[in-house]
């Protein structure tokens, strides 16, 4: 009946869902019709005389035979499969079920395996959902696991049933008919057929095979997330690049996807950090986080500084939405940066400044300069800068501030990458008597990009201007961050040790897989002194080209910068790489090359 679906099946069945305008039902006769079948027989229920209907006159030359369940409402899938025995007793038999969207080479596989029962499965991950199944080394299927059964702690053991299944009528009708019969005569019509095959396995040599099908694409559509997340996978490689840029995250609902777009710190935090988290999950889920007095006062001692400083946020984001809306005045800014602030500010009362080179690099000299006879109430500067990695040293930073304050300019810097320039944290302005020396500066820092916890969402705002300070608190809701991101920051102190090592380990990474990158004859690298590197294209690729091929033949995604804001009209063409793990970073480096 596709409940979860909503609207989407309020008048019909689920496989008459439609997934970038081909209905499920379609696409699987297009895919059976390859086959050398005898008859297609379908189960109906819920709606099914539309069904029915559709089928006769979109495809009156199949041998369709139709068997309705006239219970459905009370029963359940074992039932539907019992009331269509006869046809399985009669000939081997392709069972699939109609809320699927696969691959072709998934029928394929199932159809040309010498063994004559297997169940298709696939390697367990997070989205998945249903019965599992445990194999051995020769691909014996030991065990079917239902829901009931199910085990966290088992997850590397279990293949998920794809619900593809091939028996041969010998099968049905020596092993499964027989205890399809007595399983529902002894629990009744209101189960799943796994279960039948569950009960085969434990007590029966049925010599049913598990059929890995590796990394071949498929989805079971049950709600309209999977719907989104279906279109994604199956879209033409164009409109598959685009939803991807556009969800901005979620990327691990997509196994296999290397994301070289967002950026984080892969080495940071380590397992004993997570291990602490994970041991206090559930009084964490179950109890309300703190308001804002208890969690500045966790900021504070996290970064160091007053209380009275510094504003926590349900990640940066949520702090630069405050910040802006709240912003008088002319704002001055350097471009190419991160969109998220301009974005959020009149574009009229934006004043920009656009680097006159290649690299899109600058000095706080420049700044002064190009910003000295503009009327602005504040300079915007991220530092290092996203997308160019442009870098000002922290006294040019604080020539900049004393400038800033002679000018009654409001200074607002984003340290968000400043962790991992050479020098690291030293180079952080986030010091009581660097705010308290510049109060018309405030400081903004993401914990998401250099400490690697994205998923908690925290940011912090600090200046020494207590009723800027304030105004933000007031701002934001009373429980703007959860009890996750709250433990995150009253245990981080005990892993600052590990927080050095990680970003000094992530230098050293990124010395790495510049010189890769260097190697590749398309490629401009673009120094940078934060977690990626802008990179101009050069021939014969384009920028775009080279997302899409990555992303088609790779499952490699990378941002394509080339329409941001401020590259000019040069034709000249970005892309932004953010730096990983060494095995990622050769992974990509290999790949490249194969492409040169």
Not at 168 to 180: A, T, W
Request: with cysteine; proline share 4%.
């Amino acid at each position: 009946m596709g409940r979860r679906l909503g609207e989407f099946t309020a008048d019909n069945t689920k496989c008459m869902l439609e997934v970038n305008g081909v209905r499920l039902i379609d696409r699987m006769l297009q895919q059976l019709e390859a086959l050398n079948l005898n008859r297609i027989v379908i189960v109906t229920g819920y709606e099914g005389e539309k069904l029915r209907n559709y089928l006769v006159k979109n495809y009156p030359a199949k041998k369709i035979v139709f068997v309705n369940n006239p219970i459905y409402d009370k029963t359940n899938n074992i039932y539907s499969l019992w009331l269509a025995r006869g046809y399985m007793a009669e000939e081997d038999t392709l069972l699939l079920e109609s809320d699927l969207i696969f691959d072709n080479s998934i029928l394929e596989a199932a159809v040309t395996s010498e063994n004559p029962n297997v169940a298709l499965v696939a390697k367990y991950q997070t989205w998945m959902d249903g019965t599992m199944v445990r194999i051995d080394d020769e691909l014996n299927i030991v065990n079917f696991i239902p829901k009931k059964a199910f085990k966290y702690e088992d997850v590397p053991f279990y293949y998920k049933t794809v619900n593809v299944y091939k028996f041969s009528k010998e099968f049905c009708r020596d092993h499964y008919l027989p205890f399809l019969d007595a399983y529902i005569k002894v629990l009744g019509e209101n189960e799943y057929y796994e279960q039948v095959l569950r009960v085969i396995t434990l007590i029966d040599n049925a010599n049913i095979k598990a059929l890995p099908i590796g990394n071949a694409p498929w989805y079971e559509i049950d709600d309209v997330q999977d719907l989104r997340i279906a279109e994604t996978i199956f879209s033409t490689p164009e409109e598959k690049l685009k939803k991807l840029q556009h969800s901005f995250g979620g990327y691990w609902r997509y196994p296999g996807l290397v994301d070289f777009c967002y950026l984080v710190n892969p080495y940071y935090p380590r397992k004993r950090m997570i291990d602490e988290m994970k041991a206090n999950f559930e009084p964490l889920l179950r109890n309300y986080p703190s308001g804002m007095g208890v969690n500045s006062l966790l900021a504070g001692k996290y970064f160091g500084i007053r209380q009275k400083y510094i504003v926590v946020g349900n990640g940066a984001a949520e702090l630069i939405k405050g910040l802006m809306e709240g912003h008088k005045g002319n704002l001055g800014v350097i471009y190419p940066t991160f969109e998220e602030y301009p974005n959020r500010h009149d574009p009229s009362s934006l004043v920009i400044y656009h680097p006159d080179n290649a690299d899109f690099s600058y000095s706080a000299d420049d700044l002064m300069a190009f910003f000295s006879d503009k009327c602005i109430t504040s300079l915007l500067v991220v530092n290092p800068d996203n997308p160019s990695g442009n870098f000002i040293p922290l006294q040019d930073l604080l020539r900049l501030a004393e400038w800033s304050a002679e000018k009654r300019i409001r200074l607002i810097i984003d340290e968000s990458f400043v962790d991992f320039s050479d020098g690291g944290v030293e180079n952080t302005l986030l010091k009581n008597d660097i705010l308290e020396k510049y109060p018309t500066m405030c400081v903004m820092k993401s914990i998401s990009k250099s400490y690697g916890v994205p998923g908690l969402r925290l940011g912090v705002l600090a200046s020494a201007d207590e009723r800027l300070i304030s105004a933000m608190k007031k701002d934001v809701s009373i429980w703007n961050i959860n009890s996750f991101a709250e433990f995150y920051m009253q245990i981080y102190g005990k892993y600052e040790k590990d927080y050095a090592r990680a970003c000094n380990r992530y230098r050293e990474e990124r010395a790495m897989f510049e010189k890769g990158l260097m190697d590749i004859p398309f490629i401009r690298v673009i120094p940078s002194q934060a977690n990626y590197f802008l990179c101009e294209v050069l021939k014969p690729f384009t920028s775009y080209g080279l997302a899409l091929r990555l992303l088609t033949e790779h499952d490699i995604l990378i941002k394509d910068c080339t329409h941001k804001k401020g590259f000019g009209n040069d034709g000249r063409e970005y892309i932004r790489i953010a730096i990983r793990d060494r095995h990622d970073n050769e992974k990509l480096i290999n790949v490249l090359k194969e492409m040169s």
